[in-house]
């Protein structure tokens, strides 16, 4: 399926240009003999749950205007089109509306080996396709820390330019990027290192009630915050938190 894009509106744009630079998808966006012709129209009908709707019109049925209202249901409808593979695919006025408000999912990029950040940005294309509109980067410690030289040492860590490029990425298309760390426990790969016994509990839990183990998370939310959009943030302790709890309950 090849689409040409007649009319989108300035929300979508940036969204189309990360879909034409992946080197995969960009083909379905090339000038051909044939194609479908897409117009955007942003419609408050959908406000309230989401979803999108595909409405022909031409004598021959290839021009199709998506109605949609959120950017991640009008990348949901491209998707829907290219997995049609089909000229046809526009008749028949083609729609669905959401269940659920948001649908998501957790990439891990901590533990075996770190996804290139290539992948990281393919992935991401592909879930506005899905019409996926929440994604959970998980990670213990491959991320960037100022002045925390061990903090990921030698295990891929992504820089904060690296991960500010892929909230860019997810922004265009829709997509609420959410950072997902650990702030107490999962945290072996950094505590191995001399440089932090002082805030060492067990193998990979933080020392609680330590003045530098809370300087340490603080410069942990500082440095992942300020690389996300997103206002949320999953800060982990699940195995801690559980084990805190058995304790208080005998």
């Not at 419609?43 to 959120?70: A, H, P, W």
Request: contains cysteine; hydrophobic residues 40%.
């Amino acid at each position: 399926m090849h689409l040409h894009i007649s009319a989108a509106t300035t929300e979508l744009k940036t969204g189309f240009a990360e879909l034409t630079a992946d080197s995969e998808l960009g083909t379905h966006f090339v000038q051909v003999d044939w194609q479908l012709d897409l117009s955007f129209v942003q419609d408050s009908s959908f406000q309230r749950f989401g979803g999108y709707r595909l409405e022909t019109s031409g004598e021959d049925g290839n021009t199709v205007i998506v109605r949609y209202f959120r950017v991640c249901d009008a990348f949901r409808a491209v998707g829907r089109l290219l997995r049609s593979n089909s000229v046809q695919a526009g008749h028949g006025g083609m729609s669905e509306e959401c269940c659920f408000r948001n649908v998501g999912v957790m990439i891990d990029i901590s533990r075996n080996a770190v996804l290139r950040p290539e992948y990281v940005l393919f992935l991401l294309r592909r879930f506005a396709l899905l019409g996926i509109n929440q994604v959970m980067l998980y990670s213990e410690d491959t991320y960037e820390i100022v002045k925390q030289p061990f903090f990921g040492y030698k295990r891929g860590r992504y820089s904060s330019s690296d991960i500010r490029r892929f909230d860019a990425c997810a922004v265009a298309l829709g997509i609420e990027l959410i950072p997902c760390i650990q702030t107490l426990g999962h945290l072996s790969q950094i505590l191995q290192w001399p440089a932090y016994d002082g805030i060492r509990d067990q193998q990979d839990v933080l020392l609680a009630g330590c003045d530098d183990t809370y300087e340490l998370i603080s410069r942990m939310l500082d440095s992942i915050l300020s690389c996300f959009s997103s206002k949320r943030v999953h800060i982990g302790n699940d195995v801690t938190g559980f084990v805190l709890f058995a304790f208080r309950n005998g």
